[in-house]
Nanobody, 122 residues
Framework: QVRLAESGGGLVQAGGSLRLSCVDSGRTVRPYTTGWFRRAPGKEREFVAAINWSGTNTDYTDSVRGRFTISRENAKNTVDLQMNSLKPEDTAIYYC???????????????WGQGTQVTVSS
């Protein structure tokens, strides 16, 4: 069973960086894709980035491509999201999630963390 928990959120000025971490504390026996999603105030939860189990495939939403980098270290049960050149519009609650499919579709992720707040000031 996958049990995910996010950390690393906080307040940062525009142009700054944050590194989010997603740790799986469950007894994972099957490989899964890990995705990062975010929900801004008044908006629906949206896809940000995903990485497959082996780390060989990554995908990003267009608005973060070139600024965010997703990576994983299975030996530590961790998936990180390095966020650079942050913008006020990146302000949101960030969630990590697991899917048995290699996908960017929110509905195909069935294990979710509680989220971590990221606030970018202008």
């Amino acid at each position: 069973q996958v049990r995910l928990a996010e950390s690393g959120g906080g307040l940062v000025q525009a142009g700054g960086s944050l590194r989010l971490s997603c740790v799986d504390s469950g007894r994972t026996v099957r490989p899964y894709t890990t995705g990062w999603f975010r929900r801004a105030p008044g908006k629906e939860r949206e896809f940000v980035a995903a990485i497959n189990w082996s780390g060989t495939n990554t995908d990003y939403t267009d608005s973060v491509r070139g600024r965010f980098t997703i990576s994983r270290e299975n030996a530590k049960n961790t998936v990180d999201l390095q966020m650079n050149s942050l913008k006020p519009e990146d302000t949101a609650i960030y969630y990590c999630a697991a899917s048995l499919r290699v996908t960017t579709l929110r509905t195909l992720y069935d294990s979710w963390g509680q989220g971590t707040q990221v606030t970018v000031s202008s």
